[in-house]
């Protein structure tokens, strides 16, 4: 950057460095995706791919949304939530419901996903209003406790719904099966039995569709004026106040639009099961959600998607260590951690960036956003780690 | 009083002070305008302290005011009353001819008052030229769906914003620093870009909180040339604390002098330099001193080593 001011003084064109930067960052996340998904296409056309992990290509998905989804909140506004897989059991559930409820209604089984997806999507926005108007009075700690309490309240209440379809509609109860009053329908939720009946409709593509549009609405996002206002809240509230920014409203916002990212990644996740359970979005799911944020870089939203695919895929890919799987998979995130936080480690990281740049630079431009799609996890690892100093 | 003396060329225009009615005195200038800001019997009380009481203070429409007082004396107190960061006790506080009672501090800052931090408040981790814009935010509009669906209202925006930006910037020579990250930047240039942000939100009253602490003489004569560019450029009201009376003396045309949480005096420079009250409260009674300095000379002239074990 010091040669860049010593060489152009002049505004405009800074103004357009500044510009593809931030666009070349961006078309960087959206190569790994595309790249991801050409490349399982590819293993799966050549049956190169197991059946179990062949599974996992739609979780991966989810889970990559819902790291954009947290990374919203604990990155870009700077609040640590531990509540974010209840938003995901809301739109799970609405999806569960929605894809039996209106299968008749749209045949085509995209469409019926699309707006399932949606329908869970602003369900767990609605729900994300209603625990934001208690939730956004709070700070740092306290917030943290609340989401973990509202977490838990949606995995119970869950817990305790019982939902039924037949010819006249859709039936509720929170006592039991029998008390939902129907003549012959079906039982679509059934307490801690979860969903039971589940329109198997997500897909991979899809699940690609969807982290591009999550990537999407993330990216404009923070590169709005409503994004700046919720990373100038985070920065110093007191200054962003004193800026004329109502610093609740921002702070809703990013919550919010976070909910809505977690409810379609959690429709896009349930769909993909012909049956799950509530007691699945627990705290544990929570915190895995904010290992895959913490662990590509708290605000990097690559890092976080990438985390997220490849400890999704690791406990299945460890699994021939039978015993040990666990192990291993909480070494290999000790191991993770440590290493991009040791110095020595960071050098040899930097390094490895440095002559990466240096044989990019011989390259046009537009061979960048193409080349490295195999080798794309190790470097943008390497990548992130400079860029978020 | 040599520590009244400005050490650096005097920059201010002689303006004359005239007195109103009400016992306030605004610039010549401005007598027609209404005054940016009337403060009546302002006052604020942490439990059983009266931290600010009773504080009337018209600012004129373009006046350069000083805040001055010894170290907790309740100025920064008083900025954040003028800013709601505390709501008042008693009185009220009208803006430009408007009461501001029961507004939030983004409220009033949208009414017009904008405010530098005396310790430096940035969005350190955002860029210089996204700082502006954060100052911009109620200046240039744009939804978040804009945002996020990209639509041309949100280009339109964004390229307003960039140039409204850069020609702030450019106002303090910042504009080429524009990309760099502002945690980043030397002290001074950290404090200018508060400045700036703070100009960035259109404000009618400018509250400046110690804008030269840390400087050097030759920053602080650029900062005084800096003031008062400003108000002459966009035509506003600035009001700054400040302990370097080569500036207050320098460029302020009305002076408030705080003590305990009252106004002691008010005037202009001249007055304040020579009210016998300001100068007790900087630097003590004039009277006593000859006299305890007879007592400590034969103090220690009988015992000196007793007078040393007893410190």
């Known amino acids: 950057m010091a040669k860049m001011t010593a060489n152009e003084t002049t505004a405009g064109k800074r103004g357009r460095h500044k510009m593809s930067r931030t666009l070349r960052s961006n078309l960087i996340t959206f190569a790994i995706v595309i790249g991801f998904f050409v490349l399982m296409e590819i293993l799966i056309a050549t049956r190169v791919l197991t059946y179990s992990l062949r599974g996992q290509l739609v979780p991966i998905c989810a ?101 039924g379809l037949d010819a006249s509609g859709l039936h509720f109860s929170v006592v039991g099966t029998e008390q939902l009053g129907m003549s012959n329908g079906k039982v679509l939720l059934s307490g801690p039995k ?55 409203k921002y702070r809703m916002m990013a919550f919010v639009v976070s909910a809505v990212l977690a409810g379609m990644a959690g429709a896009l996740y349930g769909l993909n099961y012909s049956s799950f359970i509530p007691s699945k979005f627990d705290f544990n799911n929570s915190i895995m959600i904010l290992v895959f944020v913490v662990l590509g870089g708290i605000g990097s939203i690559r890092g976080g998607i990438i985390a997220a695919a490849v400890l999704t895929v690791l406990p299945e890919a460890l699994r021939f260590l039978s015993t040990y799987r666990m192990l291993i998979y909480s070494i290999v995130l000790i191991a993770a951690m440590l290493i991009t936080n040791t110095p020595q480690a960071r050098n040899v990281l930097r390094n490895i960036r440095l002559r990466l740049k240096g044989s990019r630079g011989q390259r046009l431009a537009t061979d960048v956003v193409s080349a490295h799609v195999a080798d794309a996890t190790n470097e943008a690892n390497a990548e992130e780690d400079g860029a978020d100093e | 009083m040599s520590e009244f003396k400005p050490r650096v060329k005097e920059r201010r225009v002689d303006t004359k002070m005239v007195p109103l009615p009400s016992d306030v005195i605004v610039p010549e200038r401005d007598v027609s305008e209404t005054p940016v800001l009337e403060c009546r019997h302002l006052g604020i009380d942490f439990g059983g302290l009266r931290a600010v009481q009773d504080f009337n203070l018209t600012v004129g429409h373009t006046e350069i005011a000083g805040l001055i007082g010894p170290n907790g004396a309740g100025k920064t107190t008083v900025f954040n009353l003028l800013t709601k960061v505390y709501q008042p006790t008693r009185g009220i506080i009208m803006l430009d001819g408007n009461d501001t009672a029961g507004m939030s501090v983004p409220k009033v800052n949208q009414a017009g008052i904008a405010r530098t931090f005396q310790n430096i408040r940035l969005f350190s981790r955002l860029s210089v030229e996204d700082n502006v814009r954060i100052g911009l935010h109620n200046q240039i509009k744009c939804s978040m769906f804009d945002g996020i669906l ?94 370097d009376m080569d500036l207050v003396m320098g460029i302020c045309e009305g002076i408030a002098v705080l003590n305990y949480g009252k106004i002691i005096a008010k005037g202009t420079p001249e007055e304040i330099q020579n009210n016998p009250e300001v100068i007790e409260a900087y ?29």
């Open chain 1, 63 to 163: 889970y990559a949304c819902m790291a954009i989804s947290l990374n919203l909140v604990v990155g870009i506004s700077g609040e640590l939530s531990l509540g974010h897989a209840g938003f995901m059991s809301i739109g799970a559930f609405t999806g569960a419901i929605l894809s039996v409820a209106l299968a008749n209604a749209i045949s085509n089984e995209v469409v019926l996903l699309l707006v399932c997806m949606v329908i869970g999507g602003m369900m767990a926005g609605i729900f994300g209003f209603l625990i934001g108007i208690p939730v956004m009075r709070l700070h740092g700690d306290y917030l943290a406790i609340v989401t973990l309490a509202f977490g838990e309240i949606i995995k119970n209440i869950l817990n305790n719904l019982y939902v």
């Open chain 1, 194 to 248: 979860g969903a039971v009946s589940v329109n198997q409709i997500s897909s991979f593509v899809i699940g690609i569709l969807l982290v591009c549009v999550c990537l999407i609405i993330a990216l404009n996002l923070i590169h709005s004026r409503s994004g700046r206002a919720i990373m100038a809240v985070r920065d110093n509230r007191i200054a962003a106040e004193a800026c004329g920014i109502n610093s609740t």
């Open chain 2, 150 to 243: 990209r639509t041309p209202r949100y280009f339109k925006s964004e390229k307003e914003m960039h140039e409204r930006s850069l020609a702030l910037l450019d106002v303090f020579d910042m504009a080429d620093q524009a990309n760099e990250v502002s945690g980043s930047l030397p002290y001074g240039a950290q404090r200018r870009l508060e400045i700036v942000r703070a100009l960035a939100t259109n404000p009618k009253l400018l509250l400046l909180d110690e804008p030269a602490a840390g400087m050097n003489p030759s920053e602080t004569s650029d900062l005084m040339d800096n003031i008062l560019k400003i108000r002459d450029k966009f035509q506003i009201a600035v009001m700054l604390i400040e302990h």
């Open chain 2, 283 to 311: 630097l003590g009674k004039q009277v006593e001193k000859p006299a305890r300095t007879q007592a400590d000379e034969a103090a220690e002239a009988v015992a000196p080593a007793d007078g040393q074990g007893e410190e």
